[in-house]
């Protein structure tokens, strides 16, 4: 009952912030009958996109319309929650008399001004999405008896958005880098299999220089589970679902999402564990991270938060996380929560960051 409450509230927020921005654009532009009426149902189209992309209706498009479809949707969200930040203000502004409330009516002066700032904003959050970080973290281990090189990464979304172009770069990236293995922390796949299948994206992992190994995340379930571990398959990555393997002194543990009520409790996996090497465990949502403390992981590696992707969300997944993003340590449990290499619905990144981690781990002589 809660969780549908929640769900309802999460809808009608949108719609609510929709409607008091369509009526303060109306207000504001000079634009009024026809025209206006035109301005508020490119507004509504334009949202609309983003439940077509939501519920998958753009599989049924020609592919450049669909990404078109998905790219708006996704991206009006972004914009509708921006354009509502910025009339709260300047609807506060005007109730304490420090803003005249004829700049708020029929006014093209403050209608460039929002639209300039907001163009200003948007191609710097494309840009900074556009570059990715590389963080680079040491640890230290008494389990090792020679450094090993890790390349890990979460949230790739692949689909509408990111391409095999985009991958492509990504991989180079990757290899660049000379790890002696790659751990992804799920969410590979975005919500439809179909840019995957056509761009035939798989073969874009086949020219990773060293093993690869991931966990499920929860948009692997939206994509189609089965289907998701078909392309694992085909991309020749070793998907760890309540599983453990080992590789060198190294012992990686993968859980299957949240997403799956059935999954298996981390004291089960863990028993097939060699706890004797070094044990890293994937977890895509960093949820209860006192379990992998209580079982004696070294290092728990997970993703999903995005840290909001965009300001103030970041502010949310803080609050909503022990961790939301970065280094984190429990007892002799190391940490680490990306906020991913790739991004859902828009390409912009505002307060947050696109990364990959880079964790070398030395030993201890």
Request: hydrophobic letters at 45%; glycine letters at 8%; charged letters at 20%.
């Amino acid at each position: 009952m809660i969780q549908k409450m929640w769900m309802l509230v999460f809808l009608l927020m949108p719609l609510l912030a929709l409607a008091y921005v369509g009526w303060h654009v109306w207000l504001l532009l000079p634009l009024k009958g026809a025209g206006g009426s035109f301005l508020l149902l490119l507004m509504l189209g334009a949202f609309a996109m983003l439940f077509a992309s939501i519920f998958r209706t753009t599989d049924r498009l020609p592919m450049p319309l669909a990404t078109a479809v998905y790219e708006v949707g996704t991206s009006s969200i972004i914009v509708l929650l921006y354009l509502t930040m910025l009339f709260l203000a300047l609807d506060v502004l005007r109730l304490m008399r420090l803003l005249p409330a004829a700049w708020l009516r029929n006014n093209w002066w403050t209608a460039g001004g929002i639209v300039l700032c907001l163009v200003a904003l948007f191609v710097y959050g494309n840009i900074h999405y556009r570059h990715k970080y590389s963080e680079r973290v040491q640890l230290r281990s008494a389990k090792l008896t020679k450094p090993v090189r890790l390349v890990l990464m979460s949230d790739l979304h692949l689909g509408y958005h990111n391409r095999r172009r985009e991958l492509a770069r990504w991989v180079d990236m990757i290899n660049n880098e000379h790890p002696d293995m790659v751990l992804i922390a799920g969410d590979i796949i975005d919500g439809s299999m179909r840019p995957l299948r056509e761009e035939q994206m798989h073969e874009e992992f086949l020219r990773i220089d060293a093993p690869v190994f991931a966990c499920l995340g929860n948009h692997e379930y939206y994509s189609g589970e089965p289907e998701a571990q078909r392309f694992y398959r085909d991309a020749d990555i070793c998907l760890l679902r309540d599983t453990t393997t080992q590789l060198g002194e190294i012992c990686i543990a993968g859980r299957d999402d949240r997403t799956n009520s059935r999954r298996l409790p981390l004291k089960n996996i863990m028993k097939s564990a060699d706890t004797s090497r070094f044990c890293i465990l994937l977890d895509h949502q960093p949820y209860h991270l006192e379990q992998a403390e209580r079982e004696g992981i070294d290092f728990q590696f997970s993703g999903h938060t995005h840290h909001g992707q965009v300001w103030p969300i970041s502010w949310i997944t803080d609050a909503m996380y022990e961790c939301a993003f970065g280094r984190h340590r429990r007892g002799a449990t190391s940490y680490y929560v990306s906020s991913g290499i790739g991004i859902w619905g828009g390409k912009f990144r505002i307060g947050t960051r696109s990364e990959y981690l880079v964790l070398t781990i030395e030993p201890i002589h």
